[in-house]
Structure formats: structure tokens, C-alpha cells
């Protein structure tokens, strides 16, 4: 149960006929029709089997960003709760690019930075805004966050995004600009807890004149989906803005239309599938 600091207002329960052998939908995406090819959550018997799972879909988390070209030197940092051990979170190891992180160099730490299990040291700005949410918010499973091109740009700005689209409509009344620490390196503990309470109560945030981070409650899937969908809606936006024309927006009723059906939790895990999928098949490396 959360308390009323941590409640998150984007996500709304549907209201959706079963399929046809009278299993619960809670996407208009889930097919009425049973039988055919479609992702399924995964029920796990163990924490093993669930730590295995979240270890192999972060891996393809990281390599996704490579993919999409979020690589900037050693910034960037994914994050995904340990099962088990909830105080505890992997994350990708420091001075490894994006495409190179596999299962095998992984590590594990806690909320202070400390190293329990891997051989790589830890990125310091990582567990610093990272490490923040995660203690402040028990509920966070996962949070992405790296400097991209058109995400630190919009950042600058300082100002929303504008529901110019469906894609930008996923982030309605969902993110956030937050201008504390603005564009200082996050290494000092009192700079991560001064963002921590905005980014937790949001699906995505636009920190000032830095770049953009997400988180998810529900999984590393959907934090990683929702920040390659967050860039390119700063992209979108700017690439408008460079019109000189201005933009017709969606209405509230629309945008709120499309968040519920296409811009939740469960829509950001499904999206990556296909993601996780492709780079499962092409990069058996990841399981190295």
C-alpha cells in the first residue's frame, strides 16, 4: 500500500472484456481470440528464476541504448530491483559501452554505492540519483537514465513536452521538469535525494539543463521502453519547434484518451518485447 507522497496518478484500470477462455485483459493489445502467439508476463516458481529474468531483459536494456545510440563515454545507468534482496539493485558496470554490458559483468549494489557482487566498480552519479529513488521509493523497480542528444537539448529549455502527438500523449500529466542541481554532476548524496521525490512520482523527467530519467514500477522493460519513447518525443518536439509553426496540440480528453490505452506500464513491457527479442536472437553474447 503507498502512502500518499508516493501515489502515481497515470496509471488506470480498464475496464475490458475476458478472452474467449475467460482470462482477465488489461490491454485493449491482448487478443480476445486465445491460442495465438502473443508475450505473456512470465510467473516465476523462485527468486532465482526471477533474478535470472530481470538480469537477462536489463542486459537487453543496455544494449537497446546502444542500439539507439545513448552512449556517452561511461554515462548511464540502468537499474533493476534484486527480487530477493529489494534493498540490493544490478545496474551496468562502470567504463563498459552499452553494447559490451552481458550478463556475466553485472553488478549488484546497495543504496550506498557499496559493490556486493561483480567485479566492476560502480558508476558514483549512477547509485547517487539512482540509489536515492530506490530508497525513497520502496515501490521503484527499475530507472533508466543517460545523456542523449535530443533529451539534454528539450532539457535546456526547461518546459514540458507538448502533447503534439500519441507518442508525447504517453507522458501526459506523467512527467516532469525539475529544476534542482540543475546541470551539476550528480556525486554528492544531497543532489540525488533534492530530484529523488519528482522522479519517483513520475514516468519520466526532464532534469534540467542534464537529460532525461525514468522509472517504472512495474519493470526494467518498461523503464527502458518509456525513455527511448521519452527521446524521441523530445525529438519530435524539437524538430516541430524548428518549423516556426505552431503545433496543433491534442486536447485533455484525447491525450487522457491515449495515456490509458496506449501509454501504460504494461504497454512499455510489451513494446520492449520485440525490443528484447531481436537482440536476444541477433546478440547471443548478452548471456555471456
Known amino acids: 500500500m503507498l502512502d500518499d507522497e508516493h501515489v502515481r496518478h497515470d496509471e488506470v484500470a480498464l475496464d475490458l472484456p475476458p478472452d474467449d477462455r475467460g482470462r482477465k485483459r488489461t490491454s485493449i493489445y491482448q487478443p480476445e481470440q486465445s491460442g495465438l502467439i502473443f508475450p505473456e508476463m512470465p510467473e516465476f516458481n523462485n527468486h532465482a528464476e526471477e533474478r535470472e529474468y530481470r538480469k537477462k531483459h536489463l542486459v537487453a536494456a543496455c544494449r537497446a541504448f546502444a ?83 535530443y533529451g539534454t537539448a528539450w532539457c535546456a529549455t526547461g518546459r514540458p513536452l507538448d502533447m503534439i502527438s500519441q507518442d508525447a500523449a504517453a507522458f501526459y500529466k506523467s512527467h516532469a521538469v525539475i529544476g534542482a542541481s540543475a546541470g551539476a554532476v550528480a556525486v554528492e548524496a544531497k543532489s540525488g535525494l533534492s530530484v529523488a521525490q519528482q522522479i519517483g512520482l513520475n514516468r519520466g523527467v526532464l532534469h534540467q539543463n542534464h537529460g532525461l530519467l525514468t522509472c517504472s514500477r512495474h519493470s526494467i ?24 509553426i505552431k503545433p496543433q496540440t491534442l486536447s485533455e480528453k484525447t491525450a487522457q484518451y491515449s495515456r490509458e490505452h496506449v501509454g501504460s506500464d504494461y504497454i512499455g513491457w510489451l513494446h520492449f518485447q520485440t525490443v528484447y527479442d531481436h537482440i536476444a536472437a541477433t546478440q547471443p553474447d548478452m548471456f555471456d
Open 67 to 149: 542500439m539507439h545510440g545513448f552512449d556517452y563515454g561511461f554515462a548511464g545507468h540502468l537499474t533493476i530491483r534484486d527480487p530477493e534482496r529489494p534493498e540490493l539493485y544490478w545496474t551496468n558496470p562502470m567504463c563498459v559501452h552499452f553494447s559490451q554490458v552481458s550478463m556475466s559483468n553485472l553488478i549488484l549494489a546497495d543504496h550506498k554505492g557499496r559493490v556486493v557482487e561483480g567485479r566492476y566498480a560502480i558508476n558514483r552519479a549512477g547509485f547517487v540519483l539512482h540509489g536515492a529513488v530506490h530508497e525513497e521509493y520502496p515501490e521503484v523497480m527499475a530507472m533508466c537514465h543517460a545523456h542523449t542528444m
Open 221 to 244: 522493460d518498461d523503464a527502458a521502453f518509456w525513455f527511448i519513447a521519452l527521446e524521441r518525443a523530445c525529438q519530435q518536439q524539437i524538430l516541430v519547434e524548428s518549423t516556426g
